[in-house]
């Protein structure tokens, strides 16, 4: 899905540092979500936003932050509470209509240790 | 919360057989189950979704089924290809907030 652009594609971080992750959608979409990834596990919700100025946890949030000052931004800070950081990480967009819209993904960002 | 299960976690087929994966959730209130498609190391792309309205959608190679009753979803790969091989999850969600709720994946390999 071309009209979700997350950056970069590969992030270090140091211990006690605090890293930003990029998620921007040009497809007008009203909520955005981020998931994490862990090899041999399903995707897991961090945090979810339906709306700019508001959103929600999900079941894994403890150590990460967001902010959805914009319709089309979601950036998600790995804060140094997180310890154990190294993952997959998707943002993700959809409509928030009338019943479920689907959610359409970015091409992720793949977090490390240094 | 919903917990979805994903099974068999490794699936491998011979080109041209079918595939099926199946999955449970627990929640009764759910009513979308959306199917993704993941290449390694690349993001998940949806193939097909059901909502709980109907019992059974197909598109072309790919069907979904749907048993609210016993609360689980299938997916069906119909003449499978190289091409196929990837790692498949199921979602279920019940709106509203329209969070997902995955299962593990299932990865797929057709032997040619």
């Known amino acids: 899905d071309g009209g979700i652009t997350q950056s970069p594609k590969y992030l270090f971080r140091k211990e006690g540092q605090n890293v930003t992750l990029s998620c921007e959608q040009n497809?007008?979409?009203?909520?955005m979500y981020w998931y994490r990834q862990d090899p041999g596990q399903g995707l897991r919700l961090i945090y979810y936003s339906q709306i700019v100025n508001d959103f929600q946890k999900g079941d894994i949030a403890e150590g990460y932050s967001v902010s959805r000052e914009k319709k089309e931004s979601f950036p998600l800070t790995v804060t140094s509470a997180q310890k154990n950081p190294t993952a997959f990480y998707l943002c993700a967009s959809s409509f928030q209509g009338a019943g479920n819209q689907p959610q359409h993904f970015g091409d992720g960002t793949r977090l490390s240790i240094l | 919360g919903e917990n979805v299960e994903q099974h068999p976690s490794t699936l491998s087929v011979q080109e041209g057989d079918s595939a099926v994966i199946k999955c449970t959730y627990s929640d009764s209130a759910s009513n979308y189950f959306p199917w993704y498609k993941q290449e390694l190391g690349k993001r998940p792309q949806l193939i097909i979704d059901i909502r709980s309205n109907v019992g059974e959608k197909k598109d072309q190679r790919i069907a979904v089924t749907l048993n609210k009753t016993a609360k689980h979803f299938s997916l069906h790969i119909t003449e499978t290809q190289p091409e196929d091989s990837a790692v498949y999850f199921c979602?279920?969600?019940?709106?509203?907030?329209?969070?997902?709720?995955f299962g593990t994946g299932t990865r797929l390999t057709v032997i040619p």
């Open positions: 497809l007008n979409h009203d909520a």
């Open positions: 979602a279920a969600s019940r709106g509203g907030a329209n969070n997902l709720f």
